[in-house]
């Protein structure tokens, strides 16, 4: 079994940044695709991005390109997000999630992705 735990959200103003992490644990990370996902309230788990298990492939949603990079470190386990610039409407539960594979071209349906982790709240403010 896989456990997703992601720490690093908070509460930033408009253009700050923030890093989100996300330890994996219960298999190596390095056999698993992983990605992030982000839920406002009232809407729908949306896609952010997804990496492939060496790091070769990397997609992002077009709302976040150019602010936002993704990266993983096998060696610790950890998936990262480097979030810059940020505007108010990146306020949202952000959600790590793995799978055992990367499709290019199927990675932003949420049903996809068999493990999830709790999320880390992002608020930002105006």
């Known amino acids: 079994q896989v456990q997703l735990a992601e720490s690093g959200g908070g509460l930033v103003q408009t253009g700050g940044s923030l890093r989100l992490s996300c330890a994996v644990s219960?298999?190596?990370?390095?056999?698993?695709?992983m990605a992030w996902f982000r839920q406002a309230p009232g809407k729908e788990r949306e896609f952010v991005s997804a990496?492939?298990?060496?790091?070769?492939?990397?997609s992002y949603a077009d709302s976040v390109k150019g602010r936002f990079t993704i990266s993983r470190d096998n060696a610790k386990n950890t998936l990262y997000l480097q979030m810059n610039s940020l505007k108010p409407e990146d306020t949202a539960l952000y959600y790590c999630?793995?799978?055992?594979?990367?499709?290019?071209?199927?990675?932003?349906?949420?049903?996809?992705?068999?493990?999830w982790g709790q999320g880390t709240q992002v608020t930002v403010s105006s």
């Open positions: 990496i492939s298990l060496s790091g070769g492939g990397i």
């Open positions: 219960g298999r190596t990370s390095r056999r698993l695709a």
């Open positions: 999630a793995a799978d055992a594979l990367y499709i290019s071209g199927y990675l932003t349906a949420p049903e996809r992705w068999d493990y």
